[in-house]
């Protein structure tokens, strides 16, 4: 789930206009002047220099539009510029440049392309992408090149080697766009031909493209190690999607011990849900062999199943001593089928034969056919909805979950202590992919006092819309999912962390804990800042705060006690009062009342002191800021909630540490960034510090190339998001970044005196084909709906409704109950 937590890193930057204009873009032209200053910004371009048209440079031109959307994603800029209305003397006046395309970089020219080799959507995009990646993707020739690559990798990265018989077709682009995506966790090498296939068993006219996985780190571990990386072939025919699938796949564990029976494993949870799974059985008298065989035979399995090792020792195992296996097809059906092997060459076979038949199997009655929209399918850009689409028959089991509805609803929630609700539809990819994970926590919390249970707001609408005549604890839910936590008699808690089994999980157990914690004695007090309550949270440091007043009855502690209930399952609240809270007080000589955060971040001053305020909203304002590091380190985890602050990041990138001399370097990087933020004193409220380190944060490398459309040498500083405007400014490279230096770049930024290094794409998310273009489909099927309105028939529809609704509100106050927008939209 991570990675899908990466994508919706990058999809955040992602710029696109509404749907209808997306599908009737033109191709930009730029002045010659508009052409001078986006090549001094340092943007990275595309450009065609247009003298007369013919018909060749007019389909050209068709398709170079239709590069443009796509390489915007890659923070390419894509145009033309009219050589007859203004000539740009260095590309209008010689025929060469009428038969070619150039790429501009870091403000000058990078690469020119002969209009024979980009003569269509697929070459341009892979050419283009060739050409920025030329130093991530490896060009190999000889099996002697590729042994040295091999060599090289060893212990530190593992290899995709892909092989396409010419460049610039639609298996060359599927490869350059993932290179873009996975280019700093695996190293991509690329051959079209050559000696190197003889080594791969390929014959040369064979006309299907092909990848291989090299797994160069775990090299060294294998037993009786070669000089070559073990290697593992896609079968699937090449695309991104099916290339994307393949790697996750190649992460998957080789071999998985379970001490249960076959029948009650679990099916694989995404991303493998289309993997089959292979049992085998191991007895205590031979675990070691059985071990050894069940992984020698993982590795023939690579990328066709996953290997489950059943230890007969435990009693909840049932299977009959005459199967030594068995397997489980990625099916509607969950059954296991059991075998008696002689020789595992059989399960090969097995599943050798199973693809075969796969391929003529029909789809089941019901589901879409044509294969104009399976085309579509494979043009998914979002890996979240195209995996909902592909496992669009695979509804997860939810017996683990109550399903609620308008009739139990109340019933349901005030019978349980905590309820855990999923606001979903089944039509939404993030509603169904976060679904699994969800029921993953119902399972682990099955037995508990937690009741889980999900609401599908596509067949309940009025719950969801809390339009029931009873009362509601909720606001209408506008945004999917939404999960909400429940208690009798009280108004609901939203969950707002990333949507993944282990934070939610986390949450739930973080929420049961009484808020605030009642601390009498000295000890309680201790293994409040010191424990986690539940062994389930062993290893995860919580914030804490605790709360200090003289007596109970203080005017402080109700306000301090409704902050509490606001803080569940964000951290843990105590509360210390009377005798043992002057003594407490004394000790470490303060004066109560005072409130004290401890944020699991701070190690040299415990805690940080904050007056008690006069509401509960600025008490929980206070702990909030108290909270925050000075100088954070970003994830895909934490930034949205930075983003939430709606500063502007002043953002360092700072590459992996090769040694301890590049770790020292790093650390002093930080270090300067942490003297800029306090030599910069008030003038740095208005901005957030932070740093991200793209060896543990790769999805950083995209995002810094998507700022400055290019991607620039490391370390780089920019400025961002800020709320005057898109600009991003980048501190120069040239100059020494010191905290002097970095505070009077900031200042010329202020007065305007910097250019920017690019600018931040609009936050516009057009359906990625015209088949979930559902707006469109409703607007055909409905003629009057508001789309096809003209602005003066919604003005008039607007006044009639302002006057229903004061109608309404002259003869009842009960409608203001909806007037709030939920505070996701």
């Given at each position: ?308 090792l059943v230890h007969r020792l435990s009693p909840a195992v049932k299977t009959p001593d005459e199967y030594n296996a068995a397997y489980r097809l990625p099916e509607k059906s969950s059954e296991v089928k059991y075998l008696t092997l002689n020789d595992h060459d059989e399960v090969l076979e097995l599943f050798t034969n199973h693809d075969k038949e796969e391929e003529d199997e029909e789809e089941d009655e019901g589901w879409l056919e044509d294969e104009e929209v399976d085309s579509h399918f494979a043009k998914l850009d979002d890996e979240i909805a195209a995996s909902v689409y592909e496992n669009r028959g695979n509804l997860p089991d939810m017996d683990s979950i109550t399903q609620l509805t308008s009739a139990n609803f109340h019933t349901a929630v005030t019978q349980s ?333 202020q007065e305007g005196a910097e250019p920017a290094a690019g600018f931040l794409g609009e936050d516009s998310w057009p359906p990625a084909v015209e088949f979930l273009d559902f707006l469109k489909i409703m607007d055909m099927q409905e003629p009057d709906s508001a789309q096809q309105q003209t602005p003066e028939e919604e003005e008039e529809e607007e006044d009639s409704k302002e006057e229903v609704v004061k109608a309404d509100d002259s003869s009842s106050s009960a409608a203001t109950f909806h007037n709030n927008p939920h505070s996701e939209l």
């Amino acid at each position: 789930m991570m990675w899908m937590c990466v994508a919706v890193f990058l999809l955040w930057l992602r710029s696109g206009g509404c749907s209808e204009k997306a599908n009737t873009s033109e191709l930009i032209e730029y002045t010659a002047a508009d052409f001078y200053e986006k090549l001094h910004s340092g943007k990275m371009m595309f450009i065609y220099f247009e003298h007369q048209v013919s018909p060749t440079i007019s389909l050209f031109l068709l398709e170079l539009e239709k590069s443009a959307d796509a390489l915007q994603d890659y923070g390419v800029l894509v145009g033309k510029v009219n050589c007859d209305k203004k000539l740009v003397q260095a590309y209008c006046t010689k025929e060469r440049e009428r038969h070619t395309a150039f790429l501009f970089r870091g403000g000058k020219e990078f690469l020119g392309f002969d209009l024979d080799t980009v003569f269509d959507v697929n070459s341009i995009v892979s050419e283009v992408l060739f050409a920025i990646l030329r130093e991530e993707v490896k060009y190999v020739h000889t099996d002697t090149d590729l042994l040295a690559m091999e060599k090289a990798a060893r212990g530190k990265k593992d290899i995709v080697l892909g092989y396409v018989r010419s460049l610039g077709t639609q298996e060359h682009r599927s490869i350059m766009e993932t290179a873009y995506v996975y280019g700093s966790k695996y190293q991509f090498i690329l051959i079209t031909g050559g000696p190197v296939l003889k080594h791969l068993g390929v014959d040369e006219s064979s006309p299907s493209s092909q990848v291989w996985f090299l797994h160069c780190i775990v090299h060294s571990k294998l037993p009786r190690s070669s000089e070559r990386c073990p290697l593992t072939r896609m079968r699937k025919p090449l695309s991104t999607l099916s290339l994307h699938s393949f790697l996750q796949l190649m992460e998957a564990p080789l071999v998985s011990e379970v001490y249960e029976d076959p029948s009650s494993v679990q099916n694989p949870q995404f991303p493998y849900q289309q993997t089959p799974q292979v049992f085998l059985f191991s007895r205590p008298a031979t675990k070691q062999q059985d071990l050894d065989t069940a992984t020698a035979l993982a590795w023939r399995l690579r990328g066709l199943a996953l290997l489950l090792l059943v230890h007969r020792l435990s009693p909840a195992v049932k299977t009959p001593d005459e199967y030594n296996a068995a397997y489980r097809l990625p099916e509607k059906s969950s059954e296991v089928k059991y075998l008696t092997l002689n020789d595992h060459d059989e399960v090969l076979e097995l599943f050798t034969n199973h693809d075969k038949e796969e391929e003529d199997e029909e789809e089941d009655e019901g589901w879409l056919e044509d294969e104009e929209v399976d085309s579509h399918f494979a043009k998914l850009d979002d890996e979240i909805a195209a995996s909902v689409y592909e496992n669009r028959g695979n509804l997860p089991d939810m017996d683990s979950i109550t399903q609620l509805t308008s009739a139990n609803f109340h019933t349901a929630v005030t019978q349980s202590r905590l309820t855990v609700a999923l606001f979903y539809l089944k039509w939404d990819a993030v509603s169904m992919a976060f679904l699994g994970s969800f029921i993953e926590v119902a399972e682990r919390l099955e037995g508990s006092e937690v009741q889980m249970s999900a609401v599908d707001c596509g067949e309940w609408t009025d719950l969801c819309a809390a339009q029931s005549s009873l009362q509601i604890p909720f606001q209408p839910i506008t945004a999917f999912p939404c999960i909400l936590l429940l208690r009798p008699k009280e108004p609901a808690q939203h969950y707002r962390g990333m949507l993944g089994s282990e934070a939610l999980h986390r949450f739930i157990l973080l929420s049961l804990q009484a808020s605030p914690v009642l601390l009498s004695t000295k000890e309680e007090v201790t293994s409040f800042l010191q424990e986690v309550p539940l062994p389930a949270l062993a290893g995860y440091n919580p914030d804490r705060v605790m709360g200090l007043f003289k007596t109970q009855v203080h005017t402080g502690v109700s306000l301090f006690a409704e902050a509490a209930k606001s803080l569940r399952g964000e951290m843990l609240t105590g509360l210390l009062t009377d005798v043992l809270a002057e003594k407490w007080a004394a000790e470490h000589s303060m004066e109560l009342p005072a409130v004290l955060v401890f944020p699991s971040w701070r190690t040299h001053t415990p805690h940080s002191t904050l007056p008690v305020s006069t509401s509960s909203e600025e008490l929980l304002t206070h702990i909030h800021s108290a909270r925050l590091h000075p100088l954070p380190e970003l994830t895909v985890e934490n930034l949205p909630s930075f983003l939430s602050l709606g500063k502007a990041l002043l953002l360092l990138f700072v590459g992996e540490e090769e040694d301890e001399i590049g770790r020292r370097q790093n650390q002093a990087l930080v270090e300067e960034m942490r003297g800029v933020v306090e030599l910069g004193g008030g003038r740095m409220e208005q901005y957030l510090a932070c740093w991200i380190h793209l060896g543990r944060t790769p999805a950083g490398m995209s995002v810094l190339g998507s700022y400055l459309g290019s991607m620039p040498p490391l370390p780089a500083l920019v400025l961002t998001h800020l709320p005057s405007g898109n600009d991003i400014y980048q501190f120069p490279p040239n100059m020494p970044m010191v905290a002097s230096s970095v505070l009077q770049w900031l200042q010329r930024i202020q007065e305007g005196a910097e250019p920017a290094a690019g600018f931040l794409g609009e936050d516009s998310w057009p359906p990625a084909v015209e088949f979930l273009d559902f707006l469109k489909i409703m607007d055909m099927q409905e003629p009057d709906s508001a789309q096809q309105q003209t602005p003066e028939e919604e003005e008039e529809e607007e006044d009639s409704k302002e006057e229903v609704v004061k109608a309404d509100d002259s003869s009842s106050s009960a409608a203001t109950f909806h007037n709030n927008p939920h505070s996701e939209l």
